[in-house]
């Protein structure tokens, strides 16, 4: 059975840095699409940035410049570095790993970020 754990989230304060790791228990991780999401309270779940099978990444706007999407394909884990953190990217944050029709999602883990 595929599972994805993620881990790394917490609190910081804001302008904080946070690593977030996604660990998939999953055969060809490396043919997969991986992404992170997140969703804060009372908001629609929304893309943060993704990486394809090949390394080419995408980021949302709100991501860009602050945010860094990798992955280790031997070590079957992703990553997303957070940097220069504001209260608006609290929210839990969900790995997605995606491939045609198959599609698996992690439990999340919660970034807090307080003044």
């Known amino acids: 059975q595929v599972r994805l754990v993620e881990s790394g989230g917490g609190w910081v304060q804001p302008g904080g840095s946070l690593r977030l790791s996604c660990a998939a228990s999953v055969g060809s991780f490396g043919a997969y699409a991986l992404a992170w999401y997140r969703q804060a309270p009372g908001k629609q779940r929304e893309l943060v940035a993704s990486?394809?099978?090949?390394?080419?990444?995408n980021y949302a706007d709100s991501a860009k410049g602050r945010f860094t999407i990798s992955r280790d394909n031997a070590k079957n884990t992703g990553y997303l570095q957070l940097n220069s953190l504001n209260p608006e990217d609290t929210a839990v944050y969900y790995c997605?790993?995606?491939?045609?029709?198959?599609?698996?999602w992690g439990q999340g883990t919660q970034v807090t970020v307080y003044s």
């Open positions: 997605n790993l995606g491939f045609s029709v198959i599609d698996y």
């Open positions: 990486i394809t099978s090949e390394g080419i990444t």
